[in-house]
Nanobody
Framework: QVQLVESGGRLVQPGGSLTLSCVAS????????MGWYRQAPGKQRELVAS???????NYTDSVKGRFTISKDDAKNTVALQMNSLKPEDTAVYYC???????????????WGQGTQVTVSS
């Protein structure tokens, strides 16, 4: 069994910075692409940023230039550095790994439980 565990969400003032972290734990053999999604109240979940196993990056337009996604394959972690935060960034942020391969060669599509980010003065 594998799971994704996020951390780092909290209340932050507009213009502030925050880093979210996500680690894949369990009998993980390898993790390929990883990404961050968010869901604000009353809205659909949206992709914020993703990174492939080859390092290709993708960002939604509203966070380009402010957010940076990075991945540490040795530690099976992905981070989201968020700068110049705005109230509209307020949401529950979810980590996603569409394919985690275990040591027993089973593949999982995993989501984390979510971490709350609130941007408010």
């Amino acid at each position: 069994q594998v799971q994704l565990v996020e951390s780092g969400g909290r209340l932050v003032q507009p213009g502030g910075s925050l880093t979210l972290s996500c680690v894949a734990s369990g009998n993980v053999f390898s993790v390929y692409a990883m990404g961050w999604y968010r869901q604000a109240p009353g809205k659909q979940r949206e992709l914020v940023a993703s990174i492939t196993s080859g390092g290709r990056l993708n960002y939604t337009d509203s966070v380009k230039g402010r957010f940076t996604i990075s991945k540490d394959d040795a530690k099976n972690t992905v981070a989201l550095q968020m700068n110049s935060l705005k109230p509209e960034d307020t949401a529950v942020y979810y980590c996603h790994a569409p394919m985690i391969v275990t040591t027993t060669n089973i593949e999982y599509d995993c989501w984390g439980q979510g971490t709350q980010v609130t941007v408010s003065s």
